[in-house]
């Protein structure tokens, strides 16, 4: 026992013999670690891929502070939020503390006075912290709540966090047991749980031994624990926190096939076929993956039954590349391979990008397995191609070559709809290249070939008019490429892209107008990576800012129960939830209710990521579970901001007594005047 003149340290109380254990311990915990990141990193950089570790370094950290050190995600889920930064922050505190300790004791004296009694206070409460979150945590597990793998590591984890809390604050006690031998006193105020402690072991004979003892315990377990931090689900706290750092510029971040008309010359494949064909991001977010299940939970295809979970296509991904089988196809129907079916199941809604603590983005590898499928296979009549792509899915990218939109319709019943629209609006609706326009409205392939929903477009045609503005329509206006993106055909994609940007460049407009979350998405994310500029706006954003600046005012009460569906495309995926709610809540006699899952947390209709056009029959269909959740809210009518929730609600409305009306079409009713004509 050592008195410094300042407090009473027994740290190294009969140990100061075992000082060559720590730094031997100390120095194979290093070199655990070190050798781990190696091998981790040989993993990412497989092939020769560059990691660009320094660029952009301003929004590294940034992301560093916020994802990973902040946690912003991991609290999203209140209880498990809560439990994890139980442990987290017990941990940090305790690392923390062992760090001030040394510094104390070989660099400079800093634990005295009333930092020190705040120092052993915060030891105290971090190691009660550390026990309650690991207990919590394992009863969370074993109970078999979120779908939580209950493989064995995890527990052993836990019990290793639970050994250091325990026995560093048995430590503490026979430090304080030791104080009150030395100098018959102790308080309970700044070490409760020592001085506890300590009342039972005050007198005890072998008090030193016990010390002795518990403290080479200690120290085994922590160093163990470091050591292995590489090769057990800890990995996460530093691949977690490097995804995080590095994450994509934003969750609408999907690269593009770069060369794609050369490969396509060369019968070059693109995309995810083996593992080989990703990035060092991609092979960082599959070493992320926590485990936590949130993507898994949140999915709405996994929810109905669908066979994609989102977590165990990750891992499974992590197992062949811990594996090395980087010449292996991905897709397969054999263990250890991923199934068409499961990759199909997909509708890209982002939920499980949203909800991921660490960013992994699941749909980014989704979305490069289905560019692998497409591009090694014909989408034409072969059996490969049966076998990996769903047959509606084929037929839909068939029809936008052939016809310019998914669904094959002649495109000459859009113009007689046009001619239509040009004897209720006037000629000038049709947009000419010698015109300026306030907007050029895209009016979308749903919209433009469905009768149940062009009224939408009609509706805001009207509001725009009444506001004042100059809107025109493009006669000739095909797909904008969505479809053919999100099923994985990137070279129609592109060559889409390129003839609708022909077309633009040939007409003048401050902006372009959809009323599709799809179309908007990738006229503002997507088309840019292909030089294409645009200031879009989708028709809820100039609603609510057209009845923010009083330009418009619904005065006519719309007497009904209301309730709202998020799209995908214009929520999670571009951050958009509260302009539709403005344009409903200022329709006068609306009562709105919210269903339980909404903006972030909202459920896809099942209309995304091309199954608008194709459908994996497996469980439920997303669109019943959706509506059913409308009709439970008692609400009479479902309140859509896209033409694809649109059409998905409409096929389960009658069953679940529930009509469904765009926005644009409700503001419409509600601003309509006596005798005022259309």
């Not at 094959?408 to 629209?421: H, I, Q, S, V, Y």
Request: charged share 20%.
């Amino acid at each position: 026992m050592v008195y410094t003149g300042k407090t009473w340290i027994i740290h190294f109380w009969h140990t100061e013999d075992l000082e060559l254990l720590v730094y031997a311990l100390a120095g194979l915990a290093v070199l655990g670690i070190l050798y781990g990141l190696y091998r981790h990193y040989k993993m990412w950089s497989h092939g020769g891929q560059r990691i660009p570790f320094t660029s952009n370094l301003g929004k590294r950290i940034y992301n560093l502070v916020k994802y990973a050190l902040l946690q912003y995600k991991v609290i999203m889920k209140p209880w498990p939020g809560f439990i994890h930064l139980l442990i987290y922050l017990g941990m940090a505190w305790l690392l923390i503390a062992t760090t001030l300790r040394a510094i104390d004791l070989h660099v400079v004296s800093i634990l005295h006075g009333g930092f020190y009694m705040a120092y052993k206070l915060l030891n105290n409460l971090a190691g009660l912290s550390v026990i309650t979150g690991s207990i919590l945590a394992i009863i969370r597990r074993a109970s078999g709540r979120d779908n939580l793998p209950n493989d064995r590591i995890y527990y052993i984890v836990h019990a290793a966090f639970l050994t250091i809390a325990v026995t560093g604050l048995l430590l503490t006690g026979m430090n304080d047991a030791g104080y009150r031998i030395a100098a018959g006193t102790s308080s309970p105020y700044y070490d409760p749980v020592g001085y506890l402690i300590g009342s039972k072991l005050e007198g005890y004979s072998s008090l030193a031994t016990l010390y002795r003892s518990v403290w080479v315990l200690h120290l085994v377990v922590v160093m163990t624990t470091l050591a292995l931090l590489p090769w057990t689900n800890l990995w996460h706290i530093l691949a977690g926190s490097l995804n995080a750092a590095y994450a994509r510029e934003s969750m609408a971040d999907i690269a593009e096939v770069e060369d794609i008309e050369k490969k396509v010359d060369e019968g070059e494949t693109f995309g995810i076929i083996k593992l080989s064909d990703t990035n060092w991001k991609h092979r960082m977010d599959y070493d992320a993956c926590t485990s936590c299940m949130r993507c898994t939970n949140a999915c709405p295809a996994f929810n109905t039954g669908k066979p994609l979970s989102p977590r165990d296509l990750i891992i499974t991904l992590r197992n062949m590349m811990y594996s090395g089988k980087w010449d292996e196809k991905i897709i397969g129907e054999g263990d250890g391979s991923v199934k068409p079916e499961t990759v199909w199941s997909c509708v890209t809604c982002g939920a499980c990008v949203y909800q991921c603590p660490v960013l992994i983005h699941h749909v980014d590898t989704i979305l490069n397995l289905r560019r692998g499928m497409v591009s090694e296979y014909s989408i034409l009549e072969s059996e490969e191609a049966e076998q990996a792509i769903p047959e509606d899915a084929r037929n839909a990218l068939y029809n936008m070559m052939q016809t310019g939109n998914p669904f094959g319709f002649n495109p000459a019943d859009r113009e007689e709809w046009l001619n239509e629209l040009a004897s209720k609006f006037g000629d000038e609706i049709i947009a000419q290249p010698d015109e300026e326009y306030d907007y050029l409205y895209w009016i979308g392939c749903v919209t433009s070939y469905d009768p149940r929903i062009r009224p939408v477009a009609e509706s805001l045609i009207r509001i725009l008019r009444k506001a004042g503005y100059k809107v025109g329509i493009l006669a000739e206006e095909a797909c904008c490429g969505e479809p053919a993106r999100r099923m994985g055909d990137e070279f129609l994609f592109s060559e889409t892209v390129n003839q609708n940007k022909e077309i633009l460049s040939s007409y003048k407009f401050k902006k372009l107008l959809v009323t599709c979350p799809h179309g908007y998405h990738v006229f503002k994310n997507e088309y840019r990576k292909y030089g294409v500029e645009l200031d879009v706006e989708h028709h809820s954003m100039l609603l609510a800012r057209l009845i923010r600046e009083g330009k418009i005012k619904p005065n006519k009460e719309v007497r009904t129960i209301l309730t709202y569906h998020d799209p995908c495309y214009l929520g999670r995926w571009n951050g958009h939830f509260e302009e539709p709610r403005e344009v409903i809540k200022s329709i006068p006699g609306v009562e709105f209710r919210e269903m339980p899952r909404n903006r972030g947390n909202s459920f896809c209709c099942g209309g995304g990521g091309g199954q608008m056009f194709y459908e994996i029959k497996a469980g439920e269909r997303l669109a019943t579970v959706r509506a059913k959740e409308a009709a439970d809210t008692g609400a009479k009518i479902v309140a859509v901001a896209c033409p694809y929730c649109n059409t998905m609600f409409r096929a389960e409305a009658d069953q679940f007594n529930l009509e469904v009306k765009d926005i644009a079409e409700l503001l419409a009713e509600s601003m309509e005047d006596d005798g005022e004509s259309s």
